[in-house]
């Protein structure tokens, strides 16, 4: 069970937008920033988002974020099939002294 | 070209330890914390702690206390995570990550090793 929630799975035909919701706690996405990640199985982890809505340099800007409250929110447009992946947010908890992730959301471009 | 990478895979049995390693290359080591993240098979991942390579400091997430070592060596640019007393459960791709800002941890991971996968066995 992970302390930040997502959904399982969300899918898209290509070209169109698609939102990855992460809910949280006043201890985790609540008062720390927020990250998002992009996995295509078997590889390592990508960072997309960092401090809430800020994108690394290279990730293109089909990728934004935003956050309310304690929960966070993904944006992808122009979906592509390359974006087909497994997508994880990611905070700091206070209470737990930890890194929290979501349990991820794999996307699929129909 | 900034670059972690990581040690081969291992099999290990029930109640032994693995240390696993971490080289850096293309940035300055001893500015940027080193995290520990690892994967069980088809699930999230889980944040194991950091360690400053400048100080040698760490911090362990609560659950690794008493259990997981993190050390560094400044001279190859290597940082090294070491689990003792392996159970089946430990059984995951082990990940070390750079903090994504200098000098202290912001949590969140700029560039990521390729992964060790470790398998316990019963």
């Known amino acids: 069970q992970s302390v930040l929630t997502q959904p399982p799975s969300v899918s898209a035909a290509p070209r169109q937008k698609v939102t990855i919701a992460c809910s949280g706690s006043r201890f985790n996405i609540g008062n720390n920033y927020v990250s998002w990640y992009q996995q295509i199985p078997g590889k390592a982890p990508q960072l997309l988002i960092y401090?809430?809505?800020k994108r690394p340099s290279g990730i293109p800007d089909r990728f934004s974020a935003s956050k309310s409250g304690t929960s966070a929110t993904l944006g992808i447009t122009g979906l592509q099939p390359v974006d087909e992946a497994n997508y994880y947010c990611?905070?700091?908890?206070?209470?737990?002294?930890?890194?929290?992730f979501g349990g991820g959301t794999k996307l699929t471009v129909l | 070209q900034m670059q972690l990478v990581q040690s081969g895979a291992e099999v290990k049995t029930f109640g032994a330890s693995v240390k696993v390693s971490c080289k850096a290359s293309?940035?300055?080591?001893?500015?940027?914390?080193i995290h520990w993240v690892r994967q069980a098979p088809g699930q999230g991942p889980e944040w194991m702690g950091w360690i400053n390579p400048n100080t040698g400091g760490t911090n362990y997430a609560q659950k690794f206390q008493g259990w997981v070592t993190m050390t560094r060596d400044t001279s190859t640019n290597t940082a090294y995570m070491q689990l003792s007393r392996l159970m089946p459960e430990d059984t995951a791709v082990y990940y070390c990550a750079r903090e994504g800002i200098a000098r202290r941890p912001d949590y969140y991971f700029d560039s990521w090793g390729q992964g060790t996968r470790i398998t316990v066995a019963s």
């Open positions: 293309g940035y300055l080591f001893t500015e940027f914390y």
């Open positions: 990611g905070t700091w908890d206070s209470s737990l002294s930890s890194v929290v």
């Open positions: 401090d809430n809505n």
